[in-house]
């Protein structure tokens, strides 16, 4: 049987029960996948290989006063078992489809320079890698609240 990929939407909840082993960086919680799902500016797009999900991208599409529509791409995993089959691609091209049916006139992501695999798979998928050159482009942080 073919990898079949999906666009999860709400009530798609039970798709998420089944998941290969380091595909997501922590177990899925079924509270959190329901309220995920329930969000229609959250998207989901997932690698299915016989009932268990081997791949995923996900993201948010959102506004600002002065900005049209974008797309964050939060993150991409793959189950290393399915690693060299095209289901990063294959993910990420029906989630940037998500963000096209949404409006959506940019898409963006962030990586850590030394994540080859991840610096690729955008690139490959028509990314431009460090679009913004100017001195005030951007470097990621977090914050704990």
Request: aromatic share 6%; with cysteine.
């Amino acid at each position: 049987m073919a990898v079949e990929i999906k666009i999860l939407q709400s009530g798609d909840d039970a798709v998420l029960a089944n998941v290969a082993d380091d595909v997501f960086d922590n177990p899925v919680i079924p509270a959190l996948t329901r309220e995920f799902l329930a969000d229609p500016r959250h998207h989901i797009a997932v690698a299915v290989d016989d009932g268990l999900v081997v791949g995923f991208a996900s993201g948010v599409h959102y506004v600002h006063p002065d900005k049209p529509a974008e797309l964050w791409i939060n993150e991409v995993g793959v189950a290393p078992s399915h690693h060299g089959q095209g289901l990063g691609k294959a993910v990420m091209r029906a989630l940037l489809q998500v963000g096209r049916d949404h409006g959506c006139r940019e898409a963006w992501v962030l990586t850590n320079v030394g994540n080859a695999a991840a610096r690729a798979l955008y690139v490959s998928v028509g990314g431009t890698e460090g679009a913004d050159d100017s001195e005030d482009a951007a470097i990621g942080y977090s914050f704990e609240l």
